[in-house]
C-alpha cells in the first residue's frame, strides 16, 4: 500500500463542499446545516433565517425545497435538529427515501441500502467519493446518524457529480462552523433498549461550534464526536438443501439434508469524530480544513446448532404434502452437477416434499465462532473556494483511509442424540424442531468434531483525490458554462488466512471432557426459538476462545502450529487505480410567456487504468516423470484501461403556481469491486459429508456496468407539502451475476462461485410521492399531516442469458412507506409503516438442491416483509427535548424459500429496538 501522504494533515479532514456539492442550486447551504429554523442560524447569504417552524415539520419542508429547485431527481432528508437524524441510523434513515430498499444485517442494524434495487451506488461524504476497506461500497452503519445535518439521494446525474454508481449517488452532509452564527454547544443521549438480547446500550452526542471576527478574517470551528455501544442477539432458523431421502430409505421423498439455526449475539461500538475550520480569508476566499474519524469494534459470538439428518439410522413418520415434482439424482442423492450431467451420471425420479418425520440416532453438533472485527477509518481534506462575480472556482484535495481487521476462531463439538421429530408443515412457513431432553444443552456425551478453524482477514483502502471545479455565470439563456477535473490515485489490498486442521484421531474420536480446558469451557448460548421452543444450548466459550491461552492451549490440542497463522498467499490481492476525469456543462434557463425551462447538458471523461497482483496455487500439468505434480503458488497480475464518456441532459418546466416537471438523461458507470476482479482461487474440502465442497473465484475480465438512465417527473408543490409523480428506465450493460459451477481441482470437484457480467438487463417503474400538514384542521389537531411514497420497480434480465427473463438479484417489485406525523407546541412525533415486496438475494443454480428438471434457474427467494417504527420527542424548554422511538415494534422477520415456497429455508428474527433519550442545545 501507498504511504499515507496526507496522513499527517488528516487529523483535519472532510470539507466544505466543492461544486459536485452545489448540484442542488437554490436549497440549503450546502454545507448543511440543521433543519431547525432559528435565529441562531444562517443561510449562505449570511441573512438571519426567519424564525417559522421546527421539528419534524421543517425538517419535511426543507427536503421537499431541495427536491423542488434541484435540476437533478433527488430526495433529501435533513436533520431535525443538531445531532437528531428522523430514524436511529443513516440506513434506517434512507429507508424512507422513494425507491430506497435496504436490509437487515447479522447484528440487526439496518444496512445495504440500495437505490429501486440497484446496489452499485456511488457514496460521497460532502461531495468526496468515500468507502469501507478494499471495497467500492461504504458500510452506512460507521457513520453514525448523529453525526449527520442532511442526505441527498441522486437518482439521475450531472456531469459535475463523480462517476461510479449505475444506480445513483448518496451524499451525506457534516454540519460545518459557518452554518450557525452565535456559539453553540450541543448534547445527546440515549438508552437503547434491544429487545432480543434484553440488555441496554448507551448512546452519546456533543458538538460544539463557535466562529471569530479577527484581523485576517472571520474564523469558524466546529468539533462533533458520537458513540454507542449496542447488545445484539439475533436468531435464525434454517432448512438446508435437498436430497433424495435414499440413504434413509425414502427414495421418493425430498429431505432436507440438515436443519438447525444460529444465533449471533455479542455487542459493538461505534466511536466517531469529525472537526472543521473555516476561514473567509477576505469576501471572496475561503479556505477549510476538515477531519474525521470512524471506528466499529465488534466483539460477538456467531453460535450454530445443526441436526445432521442424513447422519442418522433411519427416518420414520414421515409425511409429505402433494408437491411432487420429477427431479435429476446422482449417486449421491443430490442434484447432479454440470460434470455428472454432461456425462449422464443421474437418474430421473420423482420425488414428493417432506413435511415431516423423526430422525433416530442423529449426528448433532453445535459451533462457536469467536469473532472479534476492527475498522478504523480517516478522511482529511483541505480546500478553498473562490467567489467573485460571475467566476467561482474550488479546490478540493482529500486522503482517506479504511483499515478492517477480522478475527474468527472457531471449534465444532458434537453428538449422537436419539431422535429429532421436525414439522415444515405450518401456515408461517418456518420449521419446528424437537429433540427430546434437549441434550445438546448437557455437557454429556460432546467430543470435538470437524476442525479447529482459524479465519483472519486484514483488509484496507486508501484514496489521495485532487478536484478542481469552476462556474461562469454568462446570464441571458446561457445561464452558466461549469468545468473541472478529478484526478484519483486508489489503493487496495486483502490478505487472509483460512486454516482448518481436524481434532487427533479424526473427528469425534476425542471428548471434550479429555482435553485440559477450564469448567466454564462450555457455556450456554441464547436459544433458536423454532428449536426445543428456544431452550439454549451449549458451545464452546467465546472469551476462552479469543483469549490468548485459549488459542494456544487449543491449537497444541488439535496439533495446529503455534501461534497465529500467517496470511496465505494464494488469498492476497493488491490493486492500484488511478482515474483521471473532467467535464463541461452549460446552465441554462429559457422563459417562455409564464412558463421557464431551465436545466443542463453537459459530458463527462473519464479514463481508469487499473492494475491488480496477487498469487494461486496452481496444479501444473501431469507428466510421465512426475504423473501427480504438487500444487505450486503461482503469481498473477492484471492491468485495465477504461475510456468512457458519460453525457447528460435535463430539462425542468416550471408551469406557476407550483407545479413543475423535469425531464432526465445520463450514462452512468460503475467500476467492478477489486475482490471481484481478484483471479485468485479459494477451495476448501467440506468436512461435513452432507455438504459440497466449495469455493470462490474472482474475475479478472469483468467490464464496468453501464447504464442509460431515464426519468421524467411532474411535481406540484403547495404552503402545507407536495405531490410527486415519477417515471423511471435503465437499459443495462454487462450487469454483474454471481454463478456456481462444478469445476475439478486435483481430481476433486468444488462448487466454484465466479462473478460475470450479464449482457443486458431492463429497469423500469413508477414512483409516487408526497407529505402534507393538516393546516385547515382546528385548533391542535393541526398539528397532524402524512407522509408517503410507492415504487414500482420492474427488471429484467435480457438477451440470451440463463437468467433471461427473470427480474436483477435484490429487486423487489414493489417498495411503499407511509407515515402518520404530529409536530406542534413542542410535540414531534411520527409513526411510519415500510414495505418491501418479494425478492430473491441468491443464485443457487449451481447447488446441489433437488428440483425439478424443467426448472433452469434455482434460486433463494426472501418473502414480503414490513417494518413498523415510531418516534416522540417533547421540547420541555426551547434548549431541552425528551425523545423515545421504537424500531420494527410489530417484530417483523425474515423469511426465504428456495424456488418454490414450499421449499422453505430461513428464518431471521429481526430485533426491535425501544429508546428513550434526550436532547440539550446551549
Known amino acids: 500500500m501507498r504511504s499515507s501522504l496526507l496522513l499527517s494533515a488528516a487529523v483535519l479532514a472532510i470539507p466544505a463542499p466543492a461544486f459536485a456539492q452545489q448540484a442542488l442550486e437554490g436549497a440549503t447551504p450546502a454545507t448543511g446545516q440543521s433543519a431547525e429554523a432559528t435565529a441562531d442560524q444562517v443561510d449562505e447569504s449570511g441573512a438571519e433565517n426567519e424564525i417559522v417552524v421546527t421539528g419534524i415539520r421543517a425538517s419535511l419542508a426543507r427536503a421537499a425545497e431541495i427536491k423542488r429547485d434541484s435540476p437533478l431527481v433527488v430526495d433529501s432528508i435533513v436533520a431535525q435538529d443538531i445531532g437528531k437524524f428522523p430514524d436511529a441510523t443513516t440506513a434506517a434513515a434512507l429507508q424512507r427515501v422513494p425507491g430506497v430498499q435496504v436490509t437487515v444485517g447479522g447484528n440487526n442494524e439496518i444496512v445495504n441500502p440500495t437505490i429501486r434495487g440497484l446496489g452499485d451506488i456511488l457514496t460521497t461524504l460532502d461531495g468526496r467519493e468515500i468507502f469501507t476497506t478494499e471495497g467500492r461500497g461504504f458500510a452506512f452503519q460507521d457513520l453514525p446518524a448523529e453525526a449527520l445535518a442532511r442526505v441527498d439521494v441522486f437518482k439521475s446525474n450531472t456531469a459535475n457529480l463523480i462517476e461510479g454508481g449505475v444506480a445513483g449517488a448518496i451524499d451525506l452532509r457534516l454540519n460545518k462552523p459557518f452554518d450557525y452564527r452565535d456559539p453553540t454547544i450541543a448534547i445527546s443521549g440515549k438508552l437503547n433498549y434491544a429487545s432480543n438480547a434484553e440488555k441496554l446500550g448507551p448512546q452519546l452526542g456533543f458538538l460544539a461550534t463557535d466562529r471569530w471576527d479577527t484581523g485576517i478574517g472571520e474564523i469558524g470551528a466546529l468539533i462533533n464526536v458520537s458513540w454507542y455501544d449496542i447488545k445484539f442477539n439475533r436468531p435464525t432458523n434454517y432448512v438446508a438443501e435437498r436430497r433424495a431421502g435414499s440413504a434413509l430409505g425414502q427414495p421418493g421423498v425430498a429431505v432436507p439434508i440438515s436443519t438447525g439455526g444460529l444465533n449471533e449475539y455479542g455487542s459493538y461500538s461505534r466511536p466517531q469524530v469529525n472537526g472543521s475550520l473555516q476561514w473567509q480569508a477576505s469576501p471572496e476566499l475561503q479556505v477549510y480544513a476538515d477531519g474525521m474519524y470512524t471506528a466499529y469494534r465488534g466483539k460477538f459470538t456467531t453460535a450454530f446448532y445443526e441436526y445432521q439428518l442424513f447422519n442418522s439410522d433411519s427416518l420414520t413418520s414421515v409425511t409429505v404434502d402433494t408437491n411432487c415434482f420429477d427431479a435429476r439424482v446422482n449417486s449421491a442423492g443430490f442434484n447432479p452437477n454440470s460434470i455428472e450431467l454432461a456425462a449422464g451420471n443421474f437418474t430421473t425420479r420423482n420425488l414428493c416434499n417432506m413435511t415431516g418425520g423423526t430422525f433416530n440416532n442423529t449426528s448433532a453438533f453445535t459451533s462457536s465462532q469467536a469473532k472479534n472485527n476492527k475498522t478504523d477509518s480517516y478522511l482529511g481534506a483541505f480546500g478553498l473556494k473562490y467567489d467573485n462575480g460571475p467566476l467561482t472556482l474550488a479546490l478540493d484535495a482529500s486522503y482517506q483511509k479504511s483499515i478492517a481487521n477480522n478475527e474468527n476462531f472457531i471449534i465444532d463439538i458434537g453428538k449422537k442424540v436419539g431422535s429429532v421429530t421436525v414439522d415444515f408443515d405450518n401456515p408461517d412457513h418456518t420449521a419446528t424442531i424437537t429433540a427430546p431432553g434437549n441434550p445438546m444443552a448437557s455437557a454429556t456425551g460432546f467430543a470435538f468434531i470437524n476442525s479447529l478453524f482459524q479465519d483472519y482477514v486484514r483488509s484496507e483502502g486508501d484514496l489521495f483525490a485532487v478536484k478542481a471545479d469552476g462556474a461562469y455565470e454568462v446570464g441571458s439563456i446561457l445561464k452558466t458554462i461549469e468545468f473541472g477535473g478529478r484526478f484519483a490515485d486508489r489503493g487496495a489490498l486483502f490478505e487472509q488466512v483460512q486454516l482448518g486442521v481436524t481434532p487427533p484421531g479424526g473427528s469425534g474420536a476425542n471428548l471434550v471432557s479429555s482435553a485440559n480446558l477450564p469448567s466454564d469451557f462450555l457455556v450456554r448460548a441464547p436459544g433458536i426459538a423454532q428449536i426445543n421452543l428456544g431452550a439454549p444450548f451449549l458451545i464452546p466459550n467465546r472469551e476462552y476462545l479469543l483469549s490468548d491461552e485459549g488459542q494456544s492451549t487449543l491449537r497444541s490440542f488439535f496439533g495446529a502450529p503455534a501461534g497465529r497463522p500467517a496470511f496465505d498467499p494464494s488469498r492476497r490481492f493488491e490493486a492500484a487505480e488511478k482515474t483521471y476525469a473532467g467535464y463541461l456543462q452549460a446552465g441554462y434557463e429559457i422563459p417562455l410567456g409564464g412558463i421557464t425551462i431551465d436545466g443542463k447538458v453537459g459530458v463527462r471523461y473519464t479514463r481508469t487504468d487499473r492494475d491488480i497482483a496477487g498469487a494461486a496455487f ?83 475480465d469483468l467490464k464496468p456496468q453501464m447504464s442509460d438512465s431515464f426519468d421524467a417527473t411532474l411535481e406540484y408543490y403547495f404552503k402545507s407539502g407536495y405531490l410527486a409523480i415519477g417515471g423511471y428506465y435503465r437499459d443495462i450493460k454487462n450487469r454483474v451475476f454471481n454463478d456456481v459451477t462444478a469445476e475439478t481441482i486435483n481430481g476433486v470437484v468444488y462448487n466454484i ?72 407546541k413542542g410535540v414531534s412525533a411520527r409513526v411510519v409503516y415500510t414495505y418491501r415486496s418479494e425478492y430473491f438475494d441468491e443464485n443457487r443454480t449451481g447447488s446441489g438442491d433437488v428440483r425439478p428438471v424443467d426448472q433452469a434457474n434455482w434460486l433463494n427467494y426472501v418473502r414480503p416483509n414490513g417494518r413498523l417504527d415510531f418516534s416522540l420527542a417533547y421540547d420541555v424548554t426551547p434548549q431541552f427535548t425528551l425523545t423515545a422511538e421504537g424500531t420494527n415494534v410489530l417484530r417483523s422477520r425474515y423469511r426465504s424459500y428456495i424456488n418454490d415456497s414450499y421449499f422453505i429455508r430461513d428464518t431471521r428474527t429481526d430485533d426491535s429496538v425501544y429508546a428513550v433519550g434526550f436532547r440539550a442545545r446551549f
Not at 441532459?649 to 407550483?658: D, H, K, L, P, T
Not at 425531464?663 to 483471479?679: C, E, Q, V, W
Not at 393546516?775 to 415504487?791: E, K, S
Request: glycine share 14%; charged share 15%.
Open 618 to 700: 496452481v496444479t501444473p500439468a501431469p507428466t510421465p516423470a512426475d504423473p501427480n505434480p504438487a500444487r505450486v503458488l503461482t503469481p498473477y497480475a492484471a492491468s485495465t484501461s477504461d475510456d468512457d464518456w458519460l453525457p447528460n441532459a435535463s430539462a425542468r418546466i416550471q408551469f406557476g403556481g407550483g407545479l413543475q416537471a423535469r425531464a432526465t438523461y445520463s450514462k452512468t458507470i460503475a467500476r467492478p469491486s477489486f475482490g471481484s476482479l481478484n483471479p485468485g482461487l479459494n477451495y476448501i474440502v467440506s468436512t461435513n459429508p452432507n455438504i459440497r465442497n466449495g469455493g470462490s473465484g474472482g474475475n479478472p
Open 753 to 824: 462461485s465466479r462473478p460475470r457480467n450479464v449482457g443486458e438487463a431492463t429497469l423500469k417503474g413508477i414512483e409516487v410521492s408526497g407529505q402534507t400538514f393538516f393546516d385547515f384542521l382546528p385548533g391542535d389537531l393541526a398539528g397532524f399531516g402524512v407522509f408517503g411514497n410507492f415504487t414500482y420497480a420492474d427488471s429484467e434480465v435480457g438477451g440470451g442469458d440463463p437468467m433471461a427473463g427473470y427480474s436483477l438479484q435484490g429487486v423487489s417489485k414493489y417498495n411503499f412507506n407511509a407515515g402518520l406525523l404530529y409536530d406542534r
